[in-house]
């Protein structure tokens, strides 16, 4: 069964450095998205990402987030000065459609120091 | 402050039992639910879904009912088994346009033999 894969597992970063979460989406799927979980909180919406722009995004994703489809299999999510607060698992999602069941990655935790 | 972890309510059941998962929703707007497990370590696993003009679908052992009155979900599992204890959670789209998902604060499934 397709699945939505994410790189690395867990990313280990000091404070104020940049980070770029990899994912690799469903192949046919053309709608993106971005949520991340804090330890103890709930699942968070970031962005999503539909036909190479932003379609919606959050509060959370300020100037420092971006997101890229830098080919036809990648999507990326860059943290350009990372905080303490940033540190959470960070899911990767696609769906072949919107309001379709959205597909998630086993994530990628982030750990600021 | 602080941010303080979410108590996660926890049902217990026996193998074999039935189980039923509740989740109040918070907004009359939305149109478009999902229920995801997720088990340690993993992303959510998307379960079954279910659209605002109907109040009851059902899958392999699973049944989703809505009831928009008073803005409730609920998953029922039939013969629980061991591999379905996880944490599940209902998610909610917010309403017409928008494909993020709102995810509630799950419900901690454990299954004894």
């Known amino acids: 069964e397709p699945e939505v894969t994410q790189t690395p597992s867990h990313q280990v970063t000091q404070m104020g450095q940049e980070v770029i979460l990899r994912c690799v989406p469903i192949?046919?799927?053309?709608?993106f998205y971005w949520y991340r979980q804090i330890l103890g909180q709930k699942v968070e919406f970031l962005v999503s990402?539909?036909?190479?722009?932003?379609?919606?995004k959050s509060e959370i994703f300020d100037d420092q987030f971006s997101v890229e489809r830098p080919d036809g299999s990648n999507f990326t999510l860059k943290i350009r000065s990372t905080k303490l607060e940033d540190s959470a698992m960070y899911f990767c999602?696609?769906?072949?459609?919107?309001?379709?069941?959205?597909?998630f990655g086993d994530g990628t935790r982030l750990s600021i120091l | 402050g602080e941010s303080v972890g979410l108590h996660l309510p926890t049902l217990s059941v026996q193998e074999g039992d039935n189980s039923i998962i509740n989740c109040a929703y918070s907004?009359?707007?939305?149109?478009?639910f999902i229920w995801y497990k997720q088990e340690s370590g993993k992303g959510p696993q998307f379960i079954i879904d279910?659209?605002?003009?109907?109040d009851k679908r059902q899958g392999q052992r699973v049944t989703v009912l809505l009831n928009k009155t008073v803005k409730h979900l609920s998953l029922q599992i039939a013969a629980t088994q061991p591999g379905d204890s996880a944490v599940y959670f209902c998610?909610?789209?917010?309403?017409?346009?928008?494909?993020?998902?709102?995810f509630g604060t799950g419900t901690r499934l454990q299954v004894f033999p």
């Open positions: 999602a696609s769906g072949d459609r919107g309001n379709q069941p959205q597909h």
């Open positions: 192949s046919n799927h053309l709608y």
């Open positions: 990402f539909y036909n190479n722009e932003i379609s919606e």
């Open positions: 907004n009359s707007a939305s149109d478009y």
């Open positions: 279910i659209r605002s003009n109907m």
């Open positions: 998610a909610e789209n917010g309403g017409w346009g928008t494909d993020k998902l709102i």
